[in-house]
């Protein structure tokens, strides 16, 4: 459930009146105007019709730039709603406007994320060396790499090229500072044996693929229905970090055999969360508000996920001739 509040010129009661009743919305609840002729206007509405009204509403008091248009969550509505209208907010996806705001701050290339980066490359390096599976899996529930790359699946969702090219900004920046600190520690650190758990990440199979993908889904889908707790586990499960550090330690430490392993590993887990989230976003039909954008989001949409599934492809052809060479 959802509080929508808007707050417009007195002058367009009649029209949101109309697209409350034209959506079937029974809680509307109009207030009083002030000296200024702006008045605020209520919805109650379950959470399948709240991008629907957004987008209704937009439209029609785009024109005037006093609208304010708020989305309120409503945690608790007495008496409770029927059991059906409760299935129907479960399945709900949540608008358009709220996943963008909440992966638009993981793209951000900020003192946060760089501190985050590196604080998660440190903590992954030493669980790696020292074989501790525990701090290991410190180091991908920080998971600083998968916002950007959520972040560029709903970019290419919405045809924004401004999130699309922020998130790859971050993105790459995040990786180049992991590989880079991760090198060092490599060249720095006097360890003599490599670990099972850098071992582990050097060894990457067609399985790897196929948990990447169902993980990249797994974490589009918690996206887009509101259950962030399964967000934990996709960290772990596709962690974008401990690939990268494993590439810089085992080459800083002269074992290039190994690390393209590990680089294929990073590559498989990038591109397979990209094309999963892409694949949700589309099905779920996350797409701009005004049909000329979503007509050009959805051709960008099918370029990405082609393109991906080649670059998925080949990654798959090359894992495939390093095992038969070995």
């Not at 002269?254 to 999963?276: D, E, K, P, T, W």
Request: net charge negative; with cysteine; hydrophobic share 55%.
């Amino acid at each position: 459930m959802k509080l929508i509040e808007v707050i417009a010129h007195a002058g367009s009661l009649d029209t949101v009146a109309a697209i409350a009743e034209h959506n079937e919305v029974p809680n509307f609840r109009p207030g009083i105007s002030d000296e200024n002729d702006m008045q605020e206007m209520r919805l109650y509405v379950t959470d399948d019709k709240v991008q629907t009204l957004l987008d209704t509403l937009q439209s029609a008091l785009g024109s005037q730039p006093d609208t304010r248009i708020h989305v309120i969550p409503v945690e608790i509505s007495l008496p409770l709603p029927p059991e059906a209208e409760r299935k129907k907010e479960d399945e709900a996806v949540a608008a358009r406007e709220a996943l963008y705001e909440e992966v638009e701050k993981s793209s951000r290339l900020d003192l946060n994320f760089i501190v985050l980066v590196v604080l998660s490359t440190i903590v992954a390096a030493i669980g790696l060396i020292e074989d501790n599976v525990a701090v290991v899996i410190g180091a991908m529930v920080i998971a600083p790499l998968l916002g950007p790359n959520l972040a560029f699946g709903l970019g290419t969702a919405l045809g924004d090229i401004k999130l699309m090219r922020s998130s790859l900004v971050t993105l790459a920046a995040g990786i180049g500072l992991s590989l880079l600190l991760s090198l060092v520690i490599g060249m720095l650190w006097p360890f003599t044996s490599l670990s099972g758990e850098l071992l582990a990440r050097t060894d990457v199979g067609l399985d790897s693929i196929a948990l990447a993908l169902a993980s990249g889904a797994a974490a589009a889908l918690s996206l887009t229905t509101g259950l962030s707790s399964v967000l934990v586990g996709v960290m772990v499960a596709v962690a974008l970090l401990p690939p990268a550090v494993t590439l810089g330690l085992v080459a800083g430490h002269g074992q290039f055999h190994l690390a393209i392993g590990a680089a294929l590993l990073l590559f498989v887990n990038i591109v397979s969360v990209n094309l999963s989230c892409k694949v949700v976003f589309f099905f779920k039909g996350i797409a701009p508000r005004t049909w000329w954008e979503r007509e050009k989001a959805k051709r960008a949409s099918r370029n990405y996920i082609v393109a991906w599934l080649i670059t998925l492809v080949l990654l798959g052809l090359a894992i495939y001739a390093r095992r038969f060479a070995g």
